[in-house]
């Protein structure tokens, strides 16, 4: 062999070693990932991300309301996500599905994972096509279809209306859903209540104020669809309008409420059907509630009056 084809072969062997050894040696750190190396005295800043699906159908003789929430939370040793899902059907809730697992640090810890439970269909830009539940004989299954709505907010949340459909083994039904994405620094306090409502297919309104309620009034941000007109209403006040004591955390929830923009284009008054309620563990004589709640009421909007249904997702720190 020539002397010049022997020096090319060893410089080859030479730089294939090196970046082999290179990639086993020197693991790229991820985006996501606040990672303390030698000499960086920076702390991890974790952040929180949520994915959360309200499904709504008014198509059985009763209200059916599937809400089904994913969360991640980032840390220094990787991810923790936790799968929150529920189920209203013949006026009660049935809580079908909480798991809590740990996973590796990766590049995109907002995007949802299956469990053992859990089977995820995605298309692209981490668009859910369908959730499948089964779990000792069990089955669930929540398909997306056509995008009806499509917002994004400044603080980088998204919110989507989907034309929807459920599957269980005795119920197919047709409804529309709600995907409503964002995330947080995990230092920053949880976003508070939201509500998502619904009047037949021509109406659908998801009304979020990021703050806790103060003295039973809060200032909201709101989207609607109306007859395939899309509309965003930066300034919403929301007030409790009646309270009733929920003893386990010694304190009071809302039971009404009543919601306009500052010119009334928009308003709306909501009663509450069925509950579940959740006091969280903590110190203090007064303990933080988490809870959903049924609604109904009357949404009037630009001289017309919608009779709705919906989700309350109900949040006191």
């Known amino acids: 062999m020539p002397a010049y084809l022997l020096l090319i072969l060893l ?4 730089t294939s070693a090196c970046g082999e050894d290179e990639a086993h040696t020197t693991p790229r750190l991820t985006e996501a990932e606040e990672v303390s190396v030698e000499g960086d005295t920076t702390p991890f800043q974790g952040r929180v991300y949520e994915r959360k699906f309200a499904f709504i159908s008014e198509e059985a003789d009763s209200l059916v309301v599937i809400p089904w929430f994913f969360g991640a939370r980032t840390m220094p040793e990787g991810v923790e996500r936790e799968v929150k899902g529920w189920m209203l059907r013949n006026g009660g809730w ?3 599905q909480e798991d809590v697992q740990d996973t590796p640090s990766t590049r995109a810890p907002w ?13 692209g830009d981490d668009l859910i096509e369908s959730i499948r539940f089964q779990e000792a004989g069990r089955r669930l299954e929540l398909g997306l279809g056509e995008m009806l709505a499509d917002w994004s907010g400044a603080g980088g949340e998204s919110v989507r209306f989907f034309a929807a459909g459920s599957t269980t083994p005795t119920q197919d039904l047709e409804g529309v859903v709600l995907d409503l994405r964002r995330s947080r620094r995990a230092v920053d306090p ?11 297919n021509n109406f659908q309104l998801f009304l979020d104020h990021p703050d806790a309620v103060e003295q039973g009034e809060a200032t909201a941000r ?5 007859d395939f007109l899309d509309r965003r209403w930066p300034e919403v006040t929301v007030e409790w309008t009646e309270l009733r004591a929920f003893e386990r955390a010694r304190r009071d929830v809302p039971v009404a409420w009543r919601f306009s923009t500052p010119g009334r284009e928009i308003s709306g008054e909501l009663e509450v059907g069925a509950v579940h309620l959740q006091a969280l563990e903590e110190e203090g004589p007064i303990l933080p509630v988490e809870g959903l709640f049924e609604v109904r009421g009357e949404v009037q909007m630009e001289g017309r009056a919608f009779p709705v249904v919906g989700l309350l997702r109900h949040v006191q720190p």
Request: proline content about 6%.
């Open 111 to 123: 995007r949802i994972l299956p469990t053992l439970t859990t089977r995820i269909v995605a298309g």
């Open 222 to 226: 709101a989207w609607s669809r109306v």
């Open 94 to 96: 049935d809580a079908f």
């Open 11 to 14: 410089l080859l062997g030479l």
């Open 190 to 200: 949880s976003p508070g209540e939201w509500l998502f409502l619904v009047s037949g």
